[in-house]
């Protein structure tokens, strides 16, 4: 199975941003944490990060075309402004896990309305960064 983990921007800045809402971890020590997952389930996993809407579209596009069977999407800002990114993921039909690491439904009014909820298969949102490996091994065990 291969698996894009696909993050939006400021995600790089993990661990220096913001700790009371996004912890101390960084995007680094997450995708070491999923490597080993997917490692372990012999898996192939793949990580991309961009503060680019444009390139976040086209990893999208990319993933189709080297088969990637599911992406696992924290599309960060991008939550509540991306038509684009909501159509690439339609266009592509790879199915897709969302992840936020905080509760977008309990911040400001602006972060609660999400692009991508009903398209998705879940939602993992304010499980902090276990969200990721919560949707990794759903991932995993939905596809056994």
């Given at each position: ?26 995007l ?14 012999n ?28 992406i ?73």
């Amino acid at each position: 199975m291969k698996i894009l983990v696909l993050n939006g921007p400021n995600l790089n800045l993990l661990g220096l941003r913001e700790e009371d809402v996004y912890g101390s971890e960084s995007l680094k020590d997450i995708e070491i944490k999923l490597q080993d997952i997917a490692d372990n389930s012999n898996c192939e996993i793949n990580f991309y990060q961009s503060n680019a809407e444009h390139e976040l579209i086209e990893a999208i596009h990319n993933a189709l075309n080297h088969h990637t069977d599911v992406i696992i999407f924290n599309p960060a800002g991008y939550t509540h402004t991306s038509v684009a990114l909501r159509d690439a993921l339609l266009a592509v039909k790879i199915p897709f896990y969302e992840v936020h690491i905080s509760d977008i439904k309990s911040r400001e009014e602006f972060r609660k309305k999400s692009y991508f909820s009903d398209i998705e298969e879940k939602v993992y949102s304010g499980r902090g960064t276990k969200g990721y490996e919560l949707a990794l091994n759903e991932v995993i065990n939905t596809n056994r």
